[in-house]
């Protein structure tokens, strides 16, 4: 069965640096989502993505956080100078249409902003 | 804002028992999806069951069911005859296209199942 795949399961860096959070969607749907889950928290939605564009993104998605589809199969999330409170889970979503179609999620990236 | 309950942190079941899980939401909208979502230990998010606003019909997956209460905007999930495989965070999640689409989660149940 397909899914979604995200690299890595887990990531450590210090403050102030631009991580890079990959995913794979899967092969046939067209949109994308990141969300996120701080320790102890609810899972928030930051971004989606379509054809190559952002469709819509939530107040946590300011300008240190960029997405991309940089080839026909990957979709990626950075984050350009982490803060300690960017620690959290990541979870990479994705969809076959954007409306009224169920959301299929990665198994998200843990980092760790020391 | 769209907001959804999940009012109960912790459950746990005996295995091969039936076990509710809660889960209430707030919304202005008429057309809408909800969801539940299970996070094993492993983290991957995996659907469990969809439900549209507008079926009256309750879903149903194998041994997962549904009761929507529309008017009561309750949405509780049913696990019958359930199975150490279960134990997990289970999320219940809320989307409407007048919303932006984008999934609203609560804060999940942990459900453990004892042997």
């Known amino acids: 069965e397909p899914e979604v795949t995200q690299t890595p399961s887990h990531q450590v860096t210090q403050m102030g640096q631009e991580v890079i959070l990959r995913c794979v969607p899967i092969?046939?749907?067209?949109?994308f989502y990141w969300y996120r889950q701080i320790l102890g928290q609810k899972v928030e939605f930051l971004v989606s993505?379509?054809?190559?564009?952002?469709?819509?993104k939530s107040e946590i998605f300011d300008d240190q956080f960029s997405v991309e589809r940089p080839d026909g199969s990957n979709f990626t999330l950075k984050i350009r100078s982490t803060k300690l409170e960017d620690s959290a889970m990541y979870f990479c979503?994705?969809?076959?249409?954007?409306?009224?179609?169920?959301?299929?999620f990665g198994p998200g990236t843990r980092l760790l902003v020391l | 804002a769209q907001t959804v309950t999940q009012s109960q942190p912790e459950m746990s079941v005996q295995e091969a028992e039936t076990v509710t899980l809660s889960c209430t939401y707030d919304?202005?909208?008429?057309?809408?999806?909800l969801f539940w979502y299970k996070q094993p230990p492993s983290r991957q998010m995996i659907l469990v069951i969809r439900?549209?606003?507008?079926?009256?019909q309750n879903a149903t997956e194998n041994r997962f069911s549904v009761n929507f209460q529309k008017a009561a905007k309750s949405f509780s999930l049913k696990i019958s005859d359930s199975q150490l495989g279960d134990t997990a965070m289970y999320f219940c999640?809320?989307?409407?296209?007048?919303?932006?689409?984008?999934?609203?989660f609560g804060a999940g149940t942990i459900l453990r199942v004892k042997s």
């Open positions: 999640a809320f989307m409407s296209m007048e919303y932006g689409n984008k999934l609203v």
């Open positions: 979503a994705s969809s076959a249409r954007m409306y009224q179609e169920t959301q299929y």
């Open positions: 993505f379509y054809n190559n564009e952002i469709s819509e």
């Open positions: 092969s046939n749907h067209l949109y």
């Open positions: 439900q549209e606003a507008y079926k009256q």
């Open positions: 919304t202005s909208e008429n057309n809408y999806y």
